[in-house]
């Protein structure tokens, strides 16, 4: 039973990944989070809680306005989000800047300088 509650997990976490990025893109009209990009989602195995893992184009960290922002337009996507998706419970939703994703291009920069340098 654990298995399949993990694979909709997962199921659940692709769709709220689609809509999220598909509302922060139109719905949101603060610039601040149009600038954001939603990189992965963990949901917990009782869909009760998501995790939002983003990165800011072009920003290597998170500014304080875009936090704001995305703090001001969580209700809005969680009602968006019991609107598209047939759920019984929409997730409560953390947003969190993935590291991660500035980690992975700093090595893929210092992989490219030592191309250069041979």
Do not use: H, W
């Amino acid at each position: 039973m654990d298995s399949m509650s993990f694979k909709r997990a997962d199921r659940v976490a692709d769709l709220i990944k689609a809509e999220v990025s598909d509302i922060l893109l139109r719905d949101i009209n603060d610039p601040q989070v149009r600038k954001v990009i939603v990189t992965g989602i963990k949901v917990t195995d009782d869909l009760r809680q998501a995790k939002v893992f983003f990165v800011q184009t072009g920003e290597n960290s998170c500014s304080d306005e875009t936090t704001k922002g995305l703090q001001r337009v969580t209700g809005f996507l969680r009602r968006e989000l019991g609107k598209r998706l047939r759920l019984r419970y929409v997730p409560e939703i953390k947003f969190i800047f993935d590291e991660s994703f500035e980690y992975g291009d700093r090595i893929n920069r210092l992989l490219a300088g030592i191309e250069k340098d041979v």
